[in-house]
Nanobody
Framework: QVQFVESGGGLVQPGGSLRLSCVASTSIFNIVVMGWYRQAPGKQRELVATIIKGGGTNYAGSVKGRFTISRDNAKNTVYLQMSSLRFEDTAVYYC???????WGQGTQVTVSS
């Protein structure tokens, strides 16, 4: 069973940028869909972005144009490049292989002035 470990979270100012990484314990070459999700305090976990094996991407409307998901199959890693960060982007961000794959442990992103 593949395991995911997220990193790259931290404290960032509004308008700033951050890159999250999700490293898999095994090859992700054959994982068709990889995704980033987030959960803010008091809110449900929500989909942020997905990327398919061939490179196609989908984004939540709230992050479209600001976030970019990518994958490097050779490095067994999925990235989430976050820019123009807003207070409402504050959440724990999770790596996941939908619909029934494992979840990472999450990494905290805090946007604050």
């Amino acid at each position: 069973q593949v395991q995911f470990v997220e990193s790259g979270g931290g404290l960032v100012q509004p308008g700033g940028s951050l890159r999250l990484s999700c490293v898999a314990s095994t090859s992700i070459f054959n994982i068709v869909v990889m995704g980033w999700y987030r959960q803010a305090p008091g809110k449900q976990r929500e989909l942020v972005a997905t990327i398919i094996k061939g490179g196609g991407t989908n984004y939540a409307g709230s992050v479209k144009g600001r976030f970019t998901i990518s994958r490097d199959n050779a490095k067994n890693t999925v990235y989430l490049q976050m820019s123009s960060l807003r207070f409402e982007d504050t959440a724990v961000y999770y790596c996941h292989a939908p619909p029934n794959g494992p979840w990472g442990q999450g990494t905290q992103v805090t946007v604050s002035s």
